[in-house]
């Protein structure tokens, strides 16, 4: 009876291992696109914040890029083939965020509004380029089952391309604001400059009325 019983439990084992490993599997297969969390709204816009807001505006930024960052995490870790190049494009298009971020925290009240136009850029395209990957590997999944690689080759190659187009204007945005800040410092150094020698000026008209005075 013992014997009996022991087999019974070895097998109702085995039954909820297999059952076990099959939820895995469909979990693995939707969870990079059915479990990650919902994207960032596109088309955000910060044009309302001034140059006193900086900080609260770099704080939102932050927290955005953190969220952003572990849906990406989440993708990278439960996708193990995913189309050539699209992970890359998407990691190219955090950076860019993050650099963008950076520039947006040193810029200088002159540079403001280039600043925030090259960070709303770069977050419009991280959020775009997060769920256009999501849809890439749908079509990734879909046409490993049909067969029909050639669609999904085709969105891998937009989001690529939308990618890098927007890379190179935001790299463009963050040096123009980098150029404004260093000529904003020079003009400040050159301006202190001009003080401290209009200061020697006076304290040598200053020196030679009391030689006068004194003779």
Known sequence: MKKISRL???MAVAMLAVVSCNKKTNKEENKATDESSVVVKASEDFSNYTFEQKDDLVDKLQEKLHDLEMQIVDINTSVDDAPEGLLETLETSRES????VDALDETTEENWKTAKESVTT???NLTT???NTKNALKANAKATVTEGTEKAENVVNNVKEGAENVKSNVEEKVNEVKEGANQ????VENKAKEV???GKDVKNSVKKMGNALTN
């Open 8 to 10: 019974f439990l070895v």
């Open 97 to 100: 965020l993050e650099n963008a």
């Open 122 to 124: 770069s977050l419009n």
């Open 129 to 131: 380029t997060l769920d």
């Open 184 to 187: 904003t410092k020079e003009k």
């Open 196 to 198: 401290k020698e209009a």
